[in-house]
C-alpha cells in the first residue's frame, strides 16, 4: 500500500490481522514527513513498513532519505529515491513516465521481492518476513530506528527462502468389483488421492506381481483373464516431486475362455479388445501374432490394451506409438520380422521378447523419440 496518515483505526488494524492470519503478506509505504513516528497503516504490527534509500553503487552502505519516517515500527528500507515509472502525472492529467521520489516507490519494490519468494517457495507470512530481514543490506543484521533491518536484497532473499516444506501427497486406490471369475473388468479409482499443498501430477497402476504397468490415470478399467490373486498398487506423484502409494487386492477364479495373449500372461488382451484402426491392428499383430510386448524401463511392461489407450499423440509417449503406427501401413510389413525391421528403420524402439515363466532378464526397454 502506497498510502498513510497519522491517525490509529482500529478497523484497518483488525483487516490487516486478518489478511496476514491468511498467509497474505501485507506492505505500506513508512511516510514522507522526514521524522518518526511511522504512518499508518505501515505503524500496525502486521503491517511491514518499509521507508526509502538514497541512491547508492552496488554493495555501498544504504542511507536514509531525509523525507522518509522513521522510528520503532520501521522494518525494511527500499530505493525511494528519483525512481522512474509510469504513472498518472495530475498536473498534467497524463499517463507516462515520471521520475519521483518517496516511500511509495518503496514499498512496492519491497512487495515485489515478497512476490518472488512466494513464487519460489509459497506463501508462509512470517517465513517470507524472516528472509527479507535476515538478508537486508545495510545494519550488520541488526535493527536500527533509522534503517530498520535494512535495505531488500532481492537475490539474497530468494536464495535464503526456503518456503513451506511440501507436505506429501496421499494415495487412494479404490476398485470394484475385488473378486469374480475370469474374465474379470474392474474398474479402477484414484480420484480420491490428494496433495494438501499443491496437486497430483501422475497416477501409476502396477500389477506387483509382474511389475505390469496397466493404468496411468486417476480412472480406467482393466481385465484380468486368468485366475489368481494381484495386488495392483497406485503411486501418486504431487507437483513438488513426493510420491505416495496405496494397493487393492484383485482376486480371479477360474471361468469362462481364457483368451490371455503371448505366452499365456494374463495382462495381454485378445483381438477383440482394441479398436479397428491402424493402431489395433498394429498391437494385436504385436501381442497376439508375435511373442513381443511393449517394455518400460526394462522391467514393467504394458498391457495391449493400455498401450492401445495411450497410443495417441496427446498422450504420455504418443511420439513413440505413432512412429510405430507408421510399421501398420508400411508396404513390407508382413510378419513378425518386418515389424521388427520396420521399427528398427523408423524408431529408436525396440520390441522385446514376451517374458515366459519368471524370468523375463535381458529384454530390452522402450527406447523415446522417433525419426519418421
Request: aromatic residues 8%.
Amino acid at each position: 500500500m502506497s498510502l498513510g496518515g497519522p491517525d490509529y483505526d482500529s478497523a484497518t488494524e483488525s483487516a490487516i490481522a486478518n489478511a496476514v492470519s491468511n498467509e497474505v503478506i501485507v506492505f505500506a509505504a513508512a511516510g514522507n514527513d522526514g521524522w518518526s513516528p511511522v504512518e499508518y497503516p505501515a505503524a500496525y504490527a502486521d503491517c511491514i513498513a518499509v521507508g526509502a534509500t538514497n541512491p547508492h553503487n552496488p554493495g555501498a552502505q544504504p542511507t536514509r532519505a531525509d523525507f522518509s519516517d522513521y522510528g520503532s515500527a520501521l522494518d525494511l528500507m527500499a530505493p525511494g529515491v528519483q525512481i522512474t515509472q509510469e504513472t498518472f502525472d495530475p498536473n498534467y492529467g497524463t499517463v507516462d513516465y515520471y521520475t519521483y521520489d518517496g516511500t511509495s516507490c518503496s514499498s512496492p519494490h519491497a512487495a515485489a521481492v515478497a512476490a518472488m519468494l512466494i513464487a519460489k517457495g509459497g506463501a508462509n507470512v512470517a517465513a517470507v518476513r524472516d528472509a527479507m530481514q535476515k538478508t537486508a543490506r545495510g545494519t550488520n543484521h541488526k535493527w536500527t530506528q533509522t534503517l530498520g533491518w535494512g535495505e531488500i536484497d532481492a537475490f539474497a532473499a530468494v536464495q535464503a527462502y526456503g518456503g513451506a516444506p511440501n507436505q506429501p501427497p496421499q494415495a487412494v486406490a479404490k476398485a470394484s468389483p475385488t473378486h469374480g471369475a475370469a474374465p474379470l473388468t474392474v474398474q479402477f479409482d484414484g480420484s480420491a488421492s490428494s496433495d494438501p499443498d499443491g496437486s497430483i501430477v501422475s497416477y501409476v497402476w502396477t500389477v506387483t506381481q509382474t511389475g505390469e504397468v496397466i493404468g496411468t490415470s486417476a480412472k480406467f478399467s482393466h481385465t484380468f483373464t486368468k485366475a489368481g490373486t494381484n495386488t495392483v498398487s497406485l503411486a501418486v506423484k504431487d507437483n513438488d516431486g513426493a510420491t505416495a502409494s496405496d494397493s487393492v487386492t484383485i482376486s480371479v477364479s477360474s471361468g469362462g475362455d481364457d483368451d490371455a495373449g503371448p505366452g499365456d500372461d494374463d495382462s495381454s488382451a485378445s483381438d477383440d479388445d482394441l479398436g479397428d484402426d491402424a493402431c489395433g491392428h498394429m498391437l494385436e499383430k504385436i501381442y497376439n501374432s508375435c511373442d513381443f510386448v511393449i517394455m518400460q524401463n526394462g522391467s514393467a511392461f504394458y498391457s495391449a490394451q493400455t498401450a492401445y489407450d495411450m497410443c495417441r499423440a496427446d498422450q504420455p509417449n504418443g511420439d513413440v506409438w505413432a512412429c510405430m503406427e507408421g510399421c501398420e501401413t508400411h508396404p513390407q510389413v508382413h510378419t513378425c520380422s518386418d515389424y521388427q525391421a520396420c521399427v528398427a528403420a523408423k524408431c529408436s524402439v525396440t520390441l522385446a521378447q514376451n517374458p515366459s515363466g519368471d524370468d523375463d532378464s535381458g529384454h530390452d526397454s522402450v527406447g523415446y523419440g522417433c525419426s519418421m
